[in-house]
């Protein structure tokens, strides 16, 4: 049965493909496009394992074999050939390309007459290709950071730029106190597998340059692994300008407009709205520290008028007020302490306009 182990054509292309390790296992993490079509359940894998430690591989290998047996086997096939239907390309992966990877394709073979491909060395042997390609002695394009206050529009502008990677998008978080999203993160293991994706497929294009926001190592519960970090931090800082009114536009939109509706499309209007307001003012909470008793006492009254006023009038205007008090008093004397005791190198500062500008002449954003 063919094996592969083209590794960076994986990732180029994306290609599709199929993990057949139990659940659990592709929960802590797995690859791009990659759908879990599993040989064993949790249990069936657990019971083997049992197996194996007690009595040995061969015995252990007859259980599985009966455990996954009759018409279990048959829907499990019939899954994987469900799915080839419409990926005819797909590739299949366990953990070590082994066993379990193996009877997938004969199976497979047996039930179609196709031959697909198993990745050689499993998830352990992909996974560790991608972990090396987070390792700075392999990245070529130099880091470019996009810093600025809070509201000034950073991941916009980042996804206008081709070249550029979105940390808080692939962790799935805004990279704040209010960053959680309705959503889960994703695994550790899953956001720098995703991570080293983006930047395989930026060295591919051979880039000269990779942006970034200017982040801490966590984006949220998601850390960016340390050498990494480091190695952004060591770029120039490009240092994004925008007016106190756009930055509530902007923050307008992406904690209330946008948040709400998702909040609204799981469960409700009602019930949507209210787990929202629990969103944001948990979050307010959990900066009362850092605000101080007074503070806390303020932001927390304008955000319960603007909800009481969302609701009665159907406007959400109100939530410009409190929005704008914790830029100007709680974020901008944060930033401004941030940048003035910088390292960094500043390349720029500038509206958006102008930034993408600088970027244009100097060949910087692609």
């Known amino acids: ?37 599993p040989l064993m359940t949790d249990e069936e894998r657990k019971k083997v394992g049992i197996c194996y430690k007690e009595h040995g591989n061969e015995k252990a290998v007859k259980l599985g074999h009966r455990l996954v047996a009759g018409e279990v086997k048959e829907q499990r096939v019939q899954a994987w050939k469900n799915h080839l239907i419409n990926k005819p390309d797909s590739i299949v992966y366990c953990f070590r390309g082994g066993l379990r990877s193996q009877i ?18 499993g998830f352990k042997a992909f996974r560790n290709y991608l972990f090396e390609a987070l390792k700075p002695e392999n990245i070529k394009a130099k880091p470019i950071l996009i810093g600025g206050c809070t509201g000034a529009g950073k991941t916009i502008l980042l996804n206008k730029l081709n070249n550029a990677i ?34 395989i497929q930026n060295e591919n294009k051979n880039y000269k340059y990779m942006l970034v926001e200017d982040e801490g190592r966590n984006v949220g519960r998601c850390m960016i692994p340390k050498e990494l970090a480091e190695f952004f931090k060591a770029g120039e800082l490009i240092v994004l300008e925008a007016s106190m009114e756009k930055r509530v536009q902007n923050t307008m939109k992406e904690y209330v407009v946008d948040s709400q509706k998702d909040y609204i499309s799981v469960y409700g209007f009602e019930q949507g709205i209210e787990k929202w307001k629990d969103y944001i ?25 603007a909800i009481e006023k969302q609701l009665k009038t159907d406007t959400i205007e109100g939530h410009e007020v409190w929005i704008e008090f914790l830029l100007r008093d709680y974020y901008d004397p944060m930033y401004q302490y941030q940048i003035k005791n910088t390292k960094t190198d500043i390349l720029f500062q500038g509206t958006e306009e102008e930034v993408l500008q600088l970027l244009k002449e100097k060949s910087i954003g692609e």
């Open 1 to 37: 049965m063919k094996t592969w182990n083209d590794f960076k054509k994986i990732v180029i292309e994306e290609i599709p493909l199929i993990d057949v390790r139990a659940p659990i296992e592709f929960e802590k993490g797995a690859f791009i496009n990659a759908v879990n079509l």
């Open 104 to 121: 997938t394709q004969e199976w497979i073979f047996q039930a179609t007459g196709n031959e697909i491909a198993r990745i050689e060395g």
């Open 166 to 199: 979105d940390l808080e998008a692939l962790a799935n978080h805004r990279g704040s106190s209010f960053g959680n999203k309705i959503s889960a993160q994703p695994p550790q293991i899953q956001f720098e597998n995703d991570l080293a994706y983006r930047i």
């Open 281 to 305: 003012g948990g979050s307010i909470k959990r900066i009362k520290n850092r605000l101080g008793g007074d503070r806390f006492v303020l932001v927390n009254k304008l955000f319960e008028d």
